[in-house]
Structures are given as C-alpha cells and as structure tokens.
C-alpha cells in the first residue's frame, strides 16, 4: 500500500520542484548542500507519486509548477514555501523569516515574476535530477513510498 506524501512529511519536510527546471535543480542542490541534519526529502513534480498527490491535494493551487513544501502532513507554495524552507535549515538561513512581514501578496508577486522566467535565468534541462553519490536516500519516488 502507497504511503501517502502527506505522511511521510510528519517525519521529513519534503520539497516537490520542477524536474525540467535548471533554477529548480540548483535550488535543490543548494538546499542539500545546506541541509546539515539530512531533514529534507525530495520529489519531482512530473513522478507519478507528485502527480497523484496533486490531484488528491485541495490546498494548492491547480497547475502548480512552483515550488511545493510539505512540512508535518501540511502544503505550503511559492514565497511560503521558499521561506519556510530556509527557516527549517536553521541559523543563518533562519533569519530570513523576517521578509514575512512583507505582505504575501507582494512576496508572492515577486516569486512568481521570478518563476515565469525560471528558464531563462538557467537552462531547462529535460531530464531529472540524478543525486549525487550519498544523495539517493533524499529523492524519494513511488518504489520508497510503499510501505
């Protein structure tokens, strides 16, 4: 029986990205290279586990391809998502808290601008992420969602 992505944030935060997208991919090496206690897992947006969980989940946005935080069973997109992310890699990325009081409208806004042009700002690439060596237990995909 699949277990559901929702279930499996209780235990790790897990960050859905963009596959296709090189800022996306970097952004989540970045976060790897940063993430000292091995507390965030990783999905693809186009696996079928990604596209099953978006389908089922009611809080996002339809035709998300955004950035994506599952953090204890709930979803958090865009600027919310990018800082909470940070917050959860501890101090100094922690401090970064403080743009919530930027009004998320605006924060929003901004990423999303950032977003539209994601692929300019590094080329697309049209395969998936390949861990590096060490990295493989992060991704998760359909066959170690199965409990």
Known sequence: MERKLSVISKAHPILLFDGECGLCQA?????????????FRFVSLQSPLAQQFLKEEKSIPENCDSLILLENGKAGVYSTAALRTLRLLGFPWSLSVIAF????????????????????IIASKNECIIPEKGQESLFIDGAQAES
């Open 27 to 39: 952004s989540v090496q970045w976060v790897i290279r940063h993430d000292k206690k091995r507390k």
């Open 101 to 120: 009081v930027v009004p998320k409208g605006l924060r929003d806004f901004i990423y999303r601008l950032i977003a539209r042009y994601r692929h300019r």
